[in-house]
């Protein structure tokens, strides 16, 4: 299969999201990571891409010097990983899609609905591919969910219950990763629900196949000072009468990674938690629940198509993330063999931004309910 050249914006020293897109982008082989604009300070730049390996010549001061050099080169990147706080989305996105490159994003796609619109644009002008990280519809698992909802194993759909609930904010912190998810200048108005609720969104409507048609939000924040919600509950109505609930919170001590997914129909129902993604609960009305393993007994072709190693070996994040990377490469050649339609992108990302406006409307009219 064709290796891929890769470039980055972010993900220089300190960064957390940037290490693990490139641990992703190299796991099946399809990428070569090979210019970056790694940081906005240019010492940082040019020490974080030399750790890296980075050709001096391709490590860039800023993202539009780097898409202009990149476009022009015979060699140059086939697509850009930007992996930049929320607020710094948009501008380098709309760079490379102008200047003819594809688009691989970190989550949410950005921190308003302006900047949202404005990356829309400019995908429809392009003719790009722009691929939004939701790396948790990468898991086999949930490929098997959603395959399953498919086929009606659940019967008609019922209840939807999401949540994503963490403890490492429950008290003040200024520590790089808090300071900028915790800024609405940096994060946009969303803390929470902008972090991990919109993943909560995009799993239950990735594995349903349904977007909500209205929600009530209550939003809450509980560390004094904070600008930004740490907590949220909210009621979700879908068609036909299907009902939903989505939790997210950063205060919820004892939680590490707590993403947890449960969908029940007239016919059965099922269960998926993120800390133990190899395991789904199924069951059947009046039979004893199942428990279908990644690889195992009962594994879909879905599953099967994802999955890299024997049943009772773990996957997990990385590979969540490197599914979507090795989509991503089948899609920008135009070679077969895996599901690429399942990718995430734009309309994925324009629903995160409208989910988390919407969640802020709702919050002040006093949890009202309001249109999706």
């Known amino acids: 299969m064709k290796r891929l050249r890769l470039g980055m914006v972010g993900g220089g020293q300190g960064a957390f999201i940037g290490g693990v897109h490139r641990f992703a982008a190299r796991l099946d082989g399809r990428w070569d990571l090979v210019a970056g604009a790694l940081s906005s300070d240019p010492e940082r730049a040019a020490a974080s891409a030399a750790e890296l390996g980075l050709d001096p010549t391709r490590s860039y001061s800023d993202f539009a010097e780097m898409a202009k050099a990149e476009a022009a080169r015979a060699d140059g990147i086939d697509a850009v990983a930007i992996v ?15 200047a003819g490159i594809h688009v691989i994003c970190d989550k949410p796609l950005a921190g308003t609905e302006e900047d949202a619109q404005a990356m829309a644009a400019a995908v429809l002008r392009s003719g790009k591919h722009f691929i939004l990280t939701h790396n948790y ?3 086999p698992l949930i490929r098997q969910a959603r395959e399953m909802v498919a086929h009606g194993d659940l019967g008609a759909l019922r209840v939807v219950q999401v949540e994503y609930a963490q403890d490492w904010l429950t008290e003040p912190s200024d520590g790089k990763q808090a300071a900028w998810r915790a800024d609405p ?5 969303g803390g929470a629900i902008g972090d991990i609720g919109t993943h909560a969104f995009n799993l239950a409507n990735f594995v349903t196949g349904l977007t909500p048609c209205q929600l009530a939000a209550d939003l809450s924040t509980f560390v004094s000072g904070r ?31 707590g993403l947890r997914l449960r969908i029940y129909g007239d016919k059965a129902g099922l269960e998926w938690t993120q800390e133990d993604p190899n395991r789904m609960t199924f069951t059947r009305f009046g039979q004893p629940s199942q428990t279908l393993t990644r690889g195992g007994a009962g594994a879909t ?24 990377y090795s989509e991503a490469a089948d899609l920008i050649a135009a070679e077969h063999g895996r599901v690429p339609e399942l990718l995430p992108g734009i309309a994925e990302g324009l629903d995160g931004v409208r989910f988390v406006s919407a969640c802020i409307a709702s919050a002040e009219a006093g949890t009202a309910w309001v249109e999706f």
């Open 301 to 324: 072709e879905a599953a099967m198509a994802v999955t890299r190693i024997p049943a009772g070996h773990p996957e997990g994040y990385l590979e969540g993330f490197a599914t979507l």
């Open 227 to 257: 600008p930004v919600d740490d907590n949220a509950h909210i009621l979700l109505r879908y068609g036909d009468g299907i009902r939903g609930t989505l939790w997210a919170s950063q205060v919820a001590v004892g939680n590490e990674n």
């Open 185 to 189: 200048q940096r994060s946009g108005r």
């Open 137 to 139: 519809t990468g898991y």
């Open 84 to 98: 930049t706080p929320n607020h710094m989305h948009a501008a380098p996105a709309i760079a490379f899609l102008d």
